[in-house]
Each structure stands twice: as structure tokens, then as C-alpha cells.
């Protein structure tokens, strides 16, 4: 018998060599009928008004006290709100976008989190959301969340609902994350001024990160995910997200600017340095309610599923990519092995105090490990044996563990 010897999961879920989830805030959505049309054209392959879907896994962002012209919770009627839970509890509504620009106490995060709780929904990753004070960020979305003592402090109660994963206004124009930093792939000839000024831009937050600033420190490590506290004391894991645009960060982050950021040279980059990507935009930011998507968008989207279905990019919520990327850079696998069988303990890691939580069961599907030809493997979390799927390793002689990774399931009405 052997014992005691530790695995490190694959960084990228088998057969696919990067990730990337399309991150929408909800901005500007109209109502809750090119809401639906969105998410349906994203996640199935049913008939939209923008021709079939494209079967990808994309979820989306909800607020709740909004003017009345955008599509929020409480602007919405019953039927819209219904929708609401039933997408929030399928997961493709993954993240709240703040509470609003109306929400400005803590009365109204507790409305908002009253609701949610009576009708079984739970969010895990909160997005600041312009200037709306229930913001977290401190440095560039200026909010008061999470500060104690102000009217619109709501951190307790955020993170006791579940909140666990923050995006404080941190968006790079490097393509793909979780590999060393490079600016090669931003800069576009035929745009060349502007584009050279976008990667000098991404090159001092890089020089200004290496030089302590707080600000663009995830800049520098180009990591997804870091480890941080709010000012109130309370541990979150903080994220980055994405836009390559060589016109810079805050442009083409709309509908009709998604075909200009997911462009295929940009996909081929991201599947060159094998990394993960989410991606910023607002797909609710549409010039026609009736077809959300013009062809250029629908182009690009349709690219990208061939992407998925070549097995070179995995497509899936911005919950999920923060699952698996969380996953690998905490869990291994303690490893004893009694004559052909080896048992795989996954072991959870938490790194530092700063960790706000456990995995959730699902965050650990799509971990694989590598391990000797000859063995039979037994995968446990706690005391429960997973199922796995077990296959020649690539190149490597061994054998390849994966626990698999299952789609979510897409309601069928709303």
C-alpha cells in the first residue's frame, strides 16, 4: 500500500484547451421579452427572430430598483419575475449587477434579498454596476456597500445571502487569463493608432501594478480570480474580467459591438495561450428589441459554438468559469492506493483566511487528473464516491480521471 501522494487537476476541462463565459450586464435591457429572446438564441437551439440558437451556456446578470424604461426585478411584471427564479435557479442567471441605481439603503438590498430567499433563488458573484452606491469598489465604481455605517451598507447581508465572488471595475484588454501576461493580439493595423493606444494603456496598468498600485493590482499576475477582503472586513474572492477590443475597455461592450471583441482571431489566441477568458459586455444594450442580435453578432456567437464543438474552447456561465478556476488552484488529490486500486481524496485547499467559503459539489466537475496505467481509480469528496470517466491519457502513457462535466439545464418556458 502507498499513500499520501498528491495530484494536481488538469487547469483546463478535457478535450478543451481554454474557457470563456460571456459576462452581460444587464444595462439598458428593455423588457423581459428581448431578455428571454437573448437567453434563448444564447443557450438553446430552438427558432428565435435571429434564426436557430446557438446552443451555447451563457448566463446573465439582474438588479432589482431601476428607472422604469430597463428591465429590472421589480419593474417587471409577475410573469417576467417568475422568469426570473426559474433562470436564476437553472443558473443562467449568475450574478446580481448591484441592486440598482434606485437602491440606495440597506432596505432595498434587503427587499431585493427577501425576494430572492422566498422563492428559492440564490447568486454567489455580484457585479458593481456603474455608479450605483451599493457598489463594493472603492477606487473605480465609488460605491459604499461595504461600508459599515452608511445608509446603503448591505455586505453582511450579501454575503450571508451567498455572495462570495466580486467584480469591482477591473477589465483588461489582455486575451486570456490564468497564462502569463501578453499584449500581442490587441493591436490591429488597420486601426493602428487607436489600437497602439490601447495596449500602452494595458501596458502602464501592467508598470503601475508592478509598482504597488492597489488599483491595478490584478493587472500584473494576470490571474482570474484573487483572494480579497471588502473594507469591511469580510473575504470575498475577487475577479477580472475581459474586453480585447483594440479600441479599449470601455468600447464595443454592447450587442452589436460583441462581433467586433469575439472576433476569430481573438478566439484563436485564447485557444493558442490556453487560458480563460470572461468576458465584459451588456447584451441587453440592443438598437432593435425585436431582433437583439444583428448579423455580425449572430456571426461572431455562431464562431464561437464551432469553437465548442471543435473542442477548443468550453462556453459556460461566469459562475462556473469562478467554480473551475477556483477549483484548480485549490483542490488536489491525496492519493493511497491498495494493490490496482487507487483512491483520489479531493482535498479542498482554502488559501489563506481570506477564503469566503466551500466549493459548491458542482465547482469540482470537470477536474481531471493523470495517473498510472494498471490502476483502477476511486474518486471521493468526503466520504461519497463520484462517478468518473476514465480514458488513455493524451500523449502521456497513463490513464486520464475526470469527473464529468454536465450542461445546465435550460428552462422551457418563461
Known amino acids: 500500500m502507498t499513500s499520501g501522494f498528491e495530484l494536481r487537476p488538469r487547469t483546463m476541462v478535457p478535450p478543451y484547451k481554454a474557457m470563456l463565459a460571456i459576462c452581460s450586464d444587464l444595462d439598458e435591457t428593455p423588457d423581459r421579452q428581448t431578455y428571454w429572446e437573448i437567453a434563448r438564441f444564447l443557450n438553446t437551439a430552438q427558432s428565435t427572430s435571429m434564426g436557430p440558437g446557438v446552443g451555447l451556456e451563457v448566463g446573465n446578470t439582474i438588479y432589482f430598483d431601476m428607472p422604469k424604461n430597463q428591465f429590472s426585478y421589480w419593474n417587471t411584471d409577475d410573469a417576467g419575475r417568475s422568469m426570473v427564479h426559474d433562470l436564476i435557479r437553472s443558473g443562467h442567471i449568475d450574478c446580481l449587477h448591484s441592486y440598482g441605481d434606485h437602491a440606495v439603503t440597506r432596505g432595498h438590498a434587503g427587499r431585493a434579498l427577501d425576494a430572492l430567499t422566498k422563492h ?53 484588454s489582455v486575451i486570456g487569463q490564468d497564462v502569463p501576461r501578453r499584449l500581442t493580439g490587441v493591436f490591429d493595423r488597420a486601426h493602428a493608432v487607436a489600437s497602439a493606444k490601447t495596449v500602452a494603456k494595458e501596458a502602464v496598468k501592467g508598470f503601475l501594478a508592478h509598482r504597488g498600485s492597489t488599483k491595478y493590482a490584478m493587472h500584473a499576475p494576470n490571474e482570474v480570480l484573487r483572494a480579497e477582503r471588502l473594507r469591511d472586513g469580510r473575504p470575498v474572492i475577487e475577479f477580472l474580467r475581459a474586453n480585447p477590443y483594440w479600441g479599449g475597455v470601455e468600447h464595443a461592450a454592447t450587442a452589436d459591438g460583441l462581433a467586433d471583441a469575439l472576433t476569430e482571431a481573438m478566439l484563436r489566441k485564447l485557444v493558442a495561450r490556453g487560458g480563460a477568458c470572461i468576458l465584459y459586455t451588456h447584451l441587453g444594450k440592443v ?27 468550453l462556453v459556460t456561465t461566469t459562475r462556473r468559469l469562478l467554480g473551475f478556476r477556483r477549483a484548480v488552484r485549490e483542490v488536489v488529490g491525496v492519493t493511497r492506493t491498495v494493490g490496482s486500486v487507487m483512491q483520489i481524496q479531493l482535498k479542498h485547499n482554502v488559501i489563506g483566511s481570506d477564503s469566503p467559503g466551500r466549493l459548491g459539489e458542482r465547482d469540482y466537475e470537470g477536474l481531471a487528473f493523470e495517473i498510472p496505467s494498471g490502476l483502477t481509480p476511486r474518486v471521493l469528496l468526503g466520504s461519497r464516491e463520484i462517478q468518473t470517466v476514465v480514458t488513455p491519457a493524451a500523449g502521456q502513457g497513463g490513464l486520464q480521471v475526470m469527473i464529468p462535466w454536465t450542461r445546465l439545464s435550460f428552462p422551457s418556458a418563461a
Open 120 to 172: 428559492d433563488c440564490r447568486l454567489e458573484t455580484w457585479i458593481d454596476h456603474a455608479q450605483a452606491v451599493t457598489n463594493f469598489g472603492s477606487d473605480i465604481m465609488v460605491g459604499s456597500g461595504d461600508l459599515p455605517g452608511h445608509d446603503a451598507y448591505h455586505a453582511d447581508l450579501t454575503t450571508g445571502h451567498g455572495v462570495q465572488y466580486v467584480w469591482r471595475g477591473r477589465v483588461t
Open 287 to 313: 438598437g432593435d428589441r425585436r431582433v437583439p442580435f444583428k448579423p455580425p453578432t449572430v456571426a461572431a456567437l455562431r464562431t464561437l459554438a464551432e469553437f465548442e464543438r471543435r473542442g477548443e474552447i
